[in-house]
């Protein structure tokens, strides 16, 4: 069964850097559409971006366009997301998830002065 990684969470100061890591074992990343969303605890799951399997296409929320970037690397069947110029309000659990049934168990990203 496929499991889902995350990592390279962590804390950063605002208008910092972090890329975040989603790999998998028992299977591959590869055919899946990878979405990562966040969630602040008290606060509604916010859709961050995807990526779709088929044609590479990507797909960015509102709140962090022209500041994340979400790639692939096939070779090391990892996606990645590479968050720049981060805000407080960025502050939160990160998850990826594959298709609609497989996500990991979170890495925690504080954005803090």
């Known amino acids: 069964q496929l499991q889902i990684v995350e990592s390279g969470g962590g804390l950063v100061q605002p208008g910092g850097s972090l890329r975040l890591s989603c790999a998998a074992s028992?299977?591959?990343?590869?055919?899946?559409?990878i979405g990562w969303f966040r969630q602040v605890p008290g606060k509604e799951r916010e859709g961050v971006s995807c990526v779709i399997s088929s044609n590479g296409d990507t797909y960015y929320g509102n709140s962090v366009k022209g500041r994340f970037t979400i790639s692939r690397d096939n070779a090391k069947d990892t996606v990645y997301l590479q968050m720049n110029s981060l805000k407080p309000e960025d502050t939160a659990v990160y998850y990826c998830?594959?298709?609609?049934?497989?996500r990991g168990q979170g890495t925690q990203v504080t954005v803090s002065s």
């Open positions: 028992g299977g591959s990343l590869h055919y899946h559409a």
């Open positions: 998830k594959a298709g609609d049934s497989y």
